[in-house]
């Protein structure tokens, strides 16, 4: 090429065919297109179409089964239209599902239009979904996109409703259609049933919680509620998260390398006298600690009560990791001795990390890392 002038003339692509061909756009607003090969393993595919907008998966033919699947897999196919040698001779368009694996050609590509608002006049279109509601528990990470599963990205962008504690819901992106339902944080029983009769409706409801939603989150409180006769025959499910711990102990290095228990320091639903006792049985058993909810402006001792039960077991010069904010933009992440552990420098957005008897706190690359990590080998007859 270096020998002659060349230049490259633009052609109108399969994916710009397919689509008007369908008589629907592709994207609206601010959703995200993304081209995928049909040859990319099943579980690829499926991870990749259920967190983005819209889709075309190209290079069908022999891939066929495969993309079903995992279209199937990640909640899509009812979704799927199905575009065969578009604007050629021989061109088919439809629904996806009814097409026959065994008549797909190479020539064809599975089409995820926008889900915001399909364009009038095109070929007819047959509804996407029958108006069966249900309720997916998800959780934002500790601090949102970067922590998202694909699944999760997927279950927020196909849902219907958000319902949450006001500051997680915000930290979902807006799109045309859904509607939000921020509350405070002490509502947890009147969220999950109010997301159940919405749900009853007809409604796809997304729950959301921060870190993971089993974790000290709403999924027990949904569950709970669909427990309930009343909401027996409401599918329910729970997507799993990035736990505040895993975050801030992935921030810190290894801490929770071995065994590790997590306790939450809030009285609010337990008595003190419970929280006392575990902390005492967990210490006693040398578990690292991961401590959630360790203070807040209304409750301000349970930190310094906590180092005191803890160091009845533990070395004054235990480890303990300071994670607050982990992932956001205030994030610090510090590492204290056990004695020295000041409960003002604790709020309700920072979570502790206490270690065991064998968790090491290494100095690397010339005393500018510091690492914390406890082996997984334990001393025997320790």
Known sequence: MHRYDTEVIPGVTSVSAAAARLGEPLVE??????ILPGTLPEEELTARLASTDSAVVMKLGRTFGKVRGALER????DEARYVERATMDGERTGRLADVDPESVPYFSVAVLPSRVAPLTGGP???PVREASGEVVVVGTGPAGPLWLTPETRGALAAADDLVGYTTYVDRVPHRPGQRRHGSDNRVESERAEFALELARRGRRVAVVSGGDPGVFAMATAVLEAASQDAYED????????VTAANAAAARAGAPLGHDYATISLSDRLKPWEVIAERLAAAAAADLVLALYNPGSRSRTWQVGKARELLLEHRAPDTPVVLGRDVGGPEESVRVVRLGDLDPAEVDMRTLLIVGSSQTRVVRRRGGAEQVVWTPRRYPEGG
Not at 29 to 34: F, G, Y
Not at 74 to 77: D, I, W
Not at 234 to 241: A, D, H, M, Y
Request: a neutral charge.
């Open 124 to 126: 007819a279109k047959e």
């Open 234 to 241: 409401i599918p329910v499910r729970v997507l799993p998260g």
């Open 29 to 34: 607003a601010e959703e995200v297109l993304t």
């Open 74 to 77: 990640s909640g899509r196919l």
